[in-house]
């Protein structure tokens, strides 16, 4: 999940599970939403996308799923590989406004073999 | 091969000296933006700019200055101003600045301090 200050909230997993990522957005009038993968020392990556209209998406090996009852959005990734470590964020933008995302503080998920 | 290019990667800033990130795109984009990234923090606006010639200020805009003078240029200028601008900065791009669209990033640039 989502946490605030210098110590990134962990996942563990190991090589060949799934990891379940989840993060919680604040803005009820949010319509878009996206998952980011970032190594370090480099910029995000996009993984995947999911409009308000949606309750899930569905990528190669990764899965979106938003609900907006609680205002939570995860990420779930299918047989997770050494690959996928990296730390992972949520970004949700506001309808109407300019394309200004809003960034979760990030999820690391770290694969054991 | 299309992208976004920020240079240099590294970067060192002496006390009241301003100094200035590059962001390149050749992706056609309308839209740029300058997020700065803290440890264990999520990415924060600074500055963004939907058009040649127009800029936004972001949520932490205080220190920092910007320029669009052409579509694939983005430059940021880290201030005397800006006290504690030690961070990693990313610059971004989208097609067009109010769809509901994904933003490509640079790689970044590190600024220290010495």
């Known amino acids: 999940g989502e946490s605030v200050g210098l110590h990134l909230p962990t996942l563990s997993v190991q090589e060949g599970d799934n990891s379940i990522i989840n993060c919680a957005y604040s803005n009820s009038a949010s319509d878009y939403f996206i998952w980011y993968k970032q190594e370090s020392g480099k910029g995000p990556q996009f993984i995947i996308d999911i409009r308000s209209n949606m309750d899930k998406r569905q990528g190669q090996r990764v899965t979106v799923l938003l609900n907006k009852t609680v205002k939570h959005l995860s990420l779930q990734i299918a047989a997770t590989q050494p690959g996928d470590s990296a730390v992972y964020f949520c970004?949700?933008?506001?309808?109407?406004?300019?394309?200004?995302?809003?960034f979760g503080t990030g999820t690391r998920l770290q694969v054991t073999l | 091969d299309g992208g976004i290019t920020q240079s240099p990667k590294y970067l060192f800033r002496k006390e009241g000296q301003n100094v200035t990130l590059s962001c390149e795109q050749n992706l056609n984009h309308d839209a740029m933006y300058w997020y700065r990234q803290d440890p264990g923090q999520g990415l924060r606006l600074i500055y963004y700019?939907?058009?040649?010639?127009?800029?936004q200020k972001g949520d932490i805009a205080e220190g920092y200055s910007v320029s669009r003078e052409k579509k694939e240029s983005f430059p940021l200028t880290v201030t005397s101003a800006q006290k504690n601008p030690t961070a990693f900065y990313l610059c971004?791009?989208?097609?067009?600045?109010?769809?509901?669209?994904?933003?490509?990033f640079g790689s970044g640039t590190q600024l220290s301090v010495l």
């Open positions: 970004a949700e933008k506001n309808t109407g406004t300019a394309s200004k995302l809003t």
């Open positions: 971004a791009s989208s097609l067009r600045p109010l769809g509901n669209e994904k933003l490509f």
């Open positions: 700019s939907q058009i040649v010639n127009d800029f």
